[in-house]
């Protein structure tokens, strides 16, 4: 029932930034925390960043001060801004939808953007 549609993602080089949208629809958006997650060939997926209703975030370490998650309330949306990227930010970014009691991991996906950082 949940449909999450990002865009944003491409081709940015070392130092550059790049900002990811996400769209919710098909319930209630004030009722889920929103996260994006990154997934990188080989790697698992992880938490980059997450945000309640009420504003509330938190980051993985390798991003806090160069990315800022926001959800505008209004709009429904998600968004990343990614600042000062590095080649390991290179991944598939994921926007996640979740109720507070479901665990990190669990949720509504959305199908993914990839976001490359390259000279």
């Known amino acids: 029932q949940v449909q999450l549609v990002e865009s944003g993602g491409g081709l940015v080089q070392p130092g550059g930034s790049l900002r990811l949208s996400c769209v919710f629809s098909?319930?209630?958006?004030?009722?889920?925390?929103m996260g994006w997650f990154r997934q990188a060939p080989g790697k698992q997926r992880e938490l980059v960043a997450a945000?309640?209703?009420?504003?509330?975030?938190n980051y993985e370490d390798s991003v806090k001060g160069r990315f800022t998650i926001s959800r505008d309330n209004a709009k429904w949306t998600v968004n990343l801004q990614m600042n000062n990227l590095k080649p390991e930010d290179t991944a598939v970014y994921y926007c996640?939808?979740?109720?507070?009691?479901?665990?990190?991991?669990?949720?509504?996906w959305g199908q993914g953007t990839q976001v490359t950082v390259s000279s």
């Open positions: 996640n939808a979740r109720m507070s009691t479901w665990p990190t991991n669990m949720g509504y």
């Open positions: 945000i309640t209703s009420g504003g509330s975030s």
């Open positions: 098909g319930s209630i958006f004030g009722n889920y925390i």
